[in-house]
């Protein structure tokens, strides 16, 4: 008795041979062989051909149904590489429209170069950008970048161009949280926890309300 499957992976043959035919057999060098000594017990023999022919076809089976995922890999990396130029996309509108958000923060606003406010500050060192670089150092005031150079806000300083105390406050406690710009941004733009206000008009005559403000966002409130 002879049992045959077909996949598209490979054809496989199911049979019993005597130790005499299994000595004529012609191999092919191509081919793989499972050999499996049944003994002298002729019942077995018809059990162990169907046992090994079920087996087989569940094998192949299964091999052909990876054949599908394989492809679906494929689909998925094409895909991915399909979606590469929307998201390239995607991000340069997101940059653009920070650059817009930026540049209306930047305009609504008086800003001062380091030499310009240690002059404004009295400061009498041979590098004028010393006093200034100190206080952001300490933490007293910030500085976003525009065009390659540092611009101070001047809402974060008193009449006589000194950091107010409030400044340190709320930089500190919005740590690495922000950038320079993510502050700038904060304190430019209306705030919900000041009745619409902007933090930066605040600043000087309501602190403790700014500070407060700060605080809310950070606790998981929103503003804007």
Sequence with gaps: MEAKANSARQAYKVETLSGEQLHKLDPHADTKYLVINLGQSPDVNETIKIAISAAMTAILASMNQRTP?????????????????????????????????NAQIFAD????????????????????????????????????????????????????YRPLPIAKKIISLFG????????????GFANSWLGGEK??????????????????ELEGGIHG
């Design 176 to 187: 690495d949280k922000k950038t320079a710009w993510g502050l700038a941004i904060w304190f």
């Design 199 to 216: 933090p930066k008009d605040l600043l000087a005559t309501q602190p403790e309300r700014v500070l407060a403000a700060a605080q809310a």
């Design 109 to 160: 606003s008086t800003w001062l170069q380091a030499k310009e406010l240690s002059e404004k500050a009295g400061f009498t060192s041979a590098n004028p950008s010393a006093g200034p670089n100190r206080w952001k150092q300490a933490g007293k005031i910030f500085a976003v970048q525009h065009n390659g150079k540092d611009y101070f806000p001047d809402y974060v300083l008193d009449e006589g």
């Design 69 to 101: 995922a394989k492809k679906s890999v494929r689909a998925r990396a094409a895909s991915a590489k399909d979606k590469e130029p929307m998201e390239q996309a995607r991000a340069e509108r997101n940059a653009q429209r920070r650059e817009a958000l």
